[in-house]
């Protein structure tokens, strides 16, 4: 199949304020938050259908990104292997768009060269020898390019961008057939194309697509960075900035020819590579395949076999009705009963790859959820998640700056084919139906269950939260309210809080519900969803950047009845980046799909709330906790509480409607309106 990019191109340049507290290990940095953007500013408006490297699409749910300093990390030299991947066959290569990163700091302007060299020209320990050049003197790259077109300039304020989709100057690029790799070259620029001094702002960064390390953090024995593709553990990187990668017998953490290894997996090292992706042409031939039958609504259909050392076993469902929000349709995928670690790969039927996932299921099984969520995962594994609908077949990316990719809100109808690969060494899977095992065999289960044959819902499952407790561990909150520590969130996810409120939101109680996020990390926009113990969604707001979107009840907003509430942090870009169920305040389901692809960007949830005491101890009309309501007894409780001397059964003081003054005119209104019945 072939992809094809307009080539017209604008840009729009996003970017935050402040400086973000750092955290910084050698010459590499981490905690910088990582947006990603269209380059072809709205004109691509396809789905790429071949990605045959990439080196970042990851990273921003791993959060596996790496950026080198300001001073010395504005020019890389990285090694692009097409194997393993569907590039590492075909014969055709030609490259239509590229994906690559930059970085800055200060927000001064600057632009980025790349250059792709084929691999004859360039040697690591020098090209003709150490100390010399790692690029053939005499080489002719097979292409230069120079970003954003137009003389375009970024501008950023300790943000990393990856800059995606974008077509090539001078058009696509077809690669010699003897060619399975090629090397890239990344120079950060001044506005005159001038190579940018160590003291100027912008740099790029590394990433890790797989997600997978190894105990010893020796670079014999890194695990590939890349998926699909290969890089690696060697890069350039032009420390003195004078343009030339001096080469060097072998990588180290100093001098020019470098590696990059990090305990940030824990016990794990990972590897690290220049966070970039290639976009082209790719050859779609199905492959064969078992045909999986559906078992009964809400019920899982399993089909087991027995896969080699890594091995891969192909299946092929088909939808009659979509798994869709709209019609309350969802399909799960699970490899539970396996006794192989494995992983799984969803394609549609031209060989596009939808989703992928490893480790889900918790204990090396995997999960895969489209349509309306969100049910609840029972296997008792550590670290399973919940089927939360959140895979979807998505067609466009919106305009810069949102970049959200949209399309179906789940799967449509249809026949998809389904991969289930080895994965204790790192299943890769790639546009074009290309699925590479890696490990040790063993038993292996598809499991499907589905809802298309007659829409019944199974119940829906509360998310796992965070609970938000008072400024003194008041729990229910009181107030000022509570607040939850800022925490930051990667793609695809949520952050989930919940709080117990013990009083009614009403006329004179207002409750405020907020996101909030620090300057220096705020995203691009962000939003605020609170939904009640049945998944109802109560209310919800967005906004963008700097914002604080609050959804407010009581006051002159509506009430909201005492009791626990769940509330969940998106990032939220255009307003529409977060899909809701189609009857949300009524059959809401707690279902939430993100949609946003960004990383590192921080937020905090807060609870406002007037109250000084619980609800427990206000507007009682069994003032004195014996049981019969509204009694003389309660009646001489309650004065003999406003004259000090509060009974052991009775609230701790006589501040009867919890409005912070105690004994006053208005707690003897509010004691003898609820004695008759009426409202606090």
């Known amino acids: 199949m072939r992809t094809r990019f307009c080539a017209a191109l604008t840009f729009a340049i996003v970017a935050g304020a402040g400086a973000p507290a750092l955290a910084q290990q050698g010459d590499t940095l981490t905690g910088i938050p990582v947006h990603v953007i269209d380059g072809s500013g709205g004109g691509y408006n396809q789905r790429a259908a071949g990605v045959p490297f990439d080196l970042w699409t990851n990273a921003n749910t791993s959060g596996l990104f790496r950026f080198l300093a300001q001073a010395n990390g504005k020019h890389v030299l990285e090694d692009l292997s097409f194997a393993p991947g569907p590039w590492g066959s075909q014969t055709s290569r030609v490259i239509d768009a590229i994906d690559f990163c930059v970085w800055g700091a200060t927000g001064a302007p600057f632009r980025i060269r790349l250059t792709i060299w084929n691999p004859a020209d360039v040697n690591w320990a020098g090209f003709t020898g150490a100390g010399t050049s790692m690029i053939n003197a005499a080489g002719v790259p097979l292409r230069v390019m120079e970003f954003p077109p137009n003389n375009g300039t970024f501008s950023y304020f300790n943000e990393g961008f ?52 190894e105990p010893t953090g020796l670079p014999a024995n890194y695990v590939d960075p890349a998926a699909p593709g290969n890089s690696t553990p060697d890069y350039g990187r032009d420390i003195d900035n004078n343009g030339i990668f001096t080469g060097a017998p072998a990588a180290a953490t100093s001098g020019e020819r470098r590696y990059t290894i990090a305990q940030d997996v824990p016990p794990n090292y990972v590897t690290y590579g220049y966070s970039c992706a290639l976009r082209g042409d790719i050859v779609a031939n199905p492959p064969s395949c078992t045909s999986f039958t559906l078992g009964a609504s809400n019920t899982f259909a399993s089909m087991s076999t027995t896969l080699a050392n890594n091995g891969v076993a192909w299946y092929c469902v088909t939808l009659p009705t979509g798994a869709l929000d709209s019609n309350l349709r969802y399909i799960d995928f699970d490899t539970y009963g396996s006794g192989a670690d494995v992983a799984i790969g969803l394609f549609t039927s031209a060989g596009i790859k939808i989703a992928v996932d490893d480790e889900s299921g918790g204990a090396g099984q995997a999960l895969l959820s489209a349509g309306i969520g969100r049910r609840a995962n029972t296997s008792g594994n550590a670290g399973a998640l919940d089927y939360q609908g959140w895979n979807f077949l998505y067609t466009t990316f919106v305009a810069a700056p949102t970049e959200a990719p949209f399309g179906f809100a789940g799967l449509p109808a249809g026949t998809y084919y389904v991969a289930v690969a080895t994965a204790a060494g790192g299943a890769v899977f790639g546009d074009g139906f290309f699925a590479s095992g890696s490990g040790t065999g063993g038993s292996a289960t598809l499991r499907v269950r589905t809802n ?92 963008g950047r700097p914002s604080t979107p609050s959804v407010n009840f009581g006051g002159s907003d509506p009430s909201l009845p005492a009791g626990r509430y769940y509330i969940a942090l998106a990032f939220n870009y255009s307003g529409s980046d977060v899909d809701v169920a189609p009857l949300a305040s009524t059959n809401g389901r707690f279902h939430l799909r993100p949609r946003v692809n960004d990383g590192g960007y921080t937020m905090s949830a807060s609870v406002m709330v007037p109250w000084t005491g619980c609800a427990t101890f206000c507007c009682l009309s069994d003032y004195n906790g014996d049981g019969d309501v509204g009694t003389d007894a309660d009646i001489e409780a309650f004065f003999a509480c406003l004259g000090g001397n509060c009974c052991a059964t009775c609230p701790p003081d006589a501040d009867f409607n919890c409005d912070g003054d105690v004994g006053t005119d208005a707690d003897i209104e509010s004691f003898f309106r609820v004695l008759a019945g009426s409202a606090c």
Not at 492 to 514: E, I, R, T
Request: aromatic residues 6%; glycine residues 14%.
């Open 162 to 213: 990856i800059i995606a989709n974008n077509p090539l100057p001078g058009g696509p690029l077809s690669l010699p057939a003897s060619l399975t790799g090629v090397y890239l070259e990344a120079q950060i620029i001044d506005t005159s194309g001038n190579p940018m001094p160590g003291t100027g702002d912008g740099a790029v960064f590394l990433g890790n697509n797989s997600g997978r390390g």
């Open 452 to 543: 298309v044959s007659n829409g019944a819902l199974l119940p829906s499952d509360a998310p796992a939260a965070t609970r938000i407790v008072g400024v003194s561990s008041e729990d229910p909150i009181v107030a000022p309210g509570g607040v939850s520590a800022e925490s930051a969130l990667y793609s695809p996810n949520l952050q989930w809080y919940d709080v117990q409120l013990c009083h009614d939101a009403d006329a004179g109680n207002a409750v405020s519900f907020q996101v909030s996020s620090s300057p220096a990390t705020e995203p691009p926009g962000k939003s605020i969803y609170v939904f009640d113990t049945s998944g109802n969604l109560k209310g919800s707001a967005t906004g």
